[in-house]
């Protein structure tokens, strides 16, 4: 019997769901609720090739769920063969190094966990708690962005700043991404079987982008932190930077701690640069028609990517793979020719035509046939992973 699980990613003010059979290797049915809240709050509905839109004026995450609830109960052939909800939540801090059942002791340490992540945390709780109201028959399971990074030792996860911060605030670095992290690592170990023994740094490049190191299987270093803000210049996030500037925009522009922290979040990166747009797409075509600030942007995000690599490789016993994964590591050929023209020094060579003729969603090795030190591009699939872990969980 080919069962279904449903995958859940509530954000702030949207929620992304999908339906995967058992064993991942087909999507069910997809969508996506956005502008929760807001007079113009929607559902989209994929399924059999089709999408529907659903309007649902104002509406909350127990709104949009109840909604696809509705949409469930109309087509039984699939509601039947549901078996399980696994939902992504963002930050499980200290408490989760896996993917867990949820029950009313997990939902208190991610609750508790909040404070990390007060943007995501609540939202992922509120779907939580929406899907236990409404499929309250269904086992659920929660998967952690930062349970991957569980394994990063002391000297790498500790911030330079008095320990009390550690022991009363648990202040340090938690690394995200790590489903996709997990996932990809997986991937690279079925295609070359020694990576599982070797040393890997991925690079997840899209909108929200960082790097990480993996040594035998295992997360070693990985460029975002404490928060999602830390680390590699993404699309509107500023990643790292002297932490003065902060204290210099507030006074300047008599903003609050909040505003400054606003500005660093939501209008830097490839948006603050260019001034244009946080999507790539658009700015590599500003730039071949002749726009020097998206070539900037795009210029600044390749510089600071491969620095960011550069410093992850010496956590690894030996630098061997280099993967690129997320919608900008997926899909553009300049970023990763440029990324990888600054690593060169460690023997890093791509074929530039392979690297252009890439198809799109598919596995490929982009490195000189003859190098040593491979490169791949692998899109990444964190619903089938989050799908995985509750098939396991739930029949284990």
Sequence with gaps: MNDFILVINSGSSSLKFAVLS??????????IAERLGSESASIDFEYNQEKESVAIRLGSHQDALTSIKSWLDQHPQITEKLIGIGHRVVHGGESFSQSVLIDEKTMNAIEACSNLAPLHNPANVKGIKACADLFSHLPQVAVFDTAFHQSLKQEQYLYPIPMHFYRDLTLRKYGFHGTSYRYISQTLAQVETQS????????????GASVCAIQDGESVDTSMGLTPLDGLMMGTRSG??????????AESEEKSLEQSLEVLNKES?????????????????????GDERAKLALDMFCVRTAKSIAALATSLNSFDHLVFTGGIGENSVYVRQNVCQSLSLFGIEIDRQTNIDLPRKQIQKISKTENN?????????????IALDTIHLIQA
Excluded: Y
């Design 373 to 385: 030190k491979t490169v791949w591009v692998i899109p990444t699939n964190e619903e089938l992973m």
């Design 240 to 249: 790292s930077i002297d932490p003065m500037i902060l204290s210099f925009i």
């Design 196 to 207: 599982l023994h070797q040393g890997v740094i991925v690079a997840h490049l899209g909108n």
């Design 22 to 31: 058992q064993k991942g290797e087909q999507v069910i049915l997809e969508g």
């Design 269 to 289: 990166g490839l948006l603050g640069i260019s001034e244009l747009s946080n999507d790539c797409r658009t700015l590599e075509e500003a730039m071949k028609a």
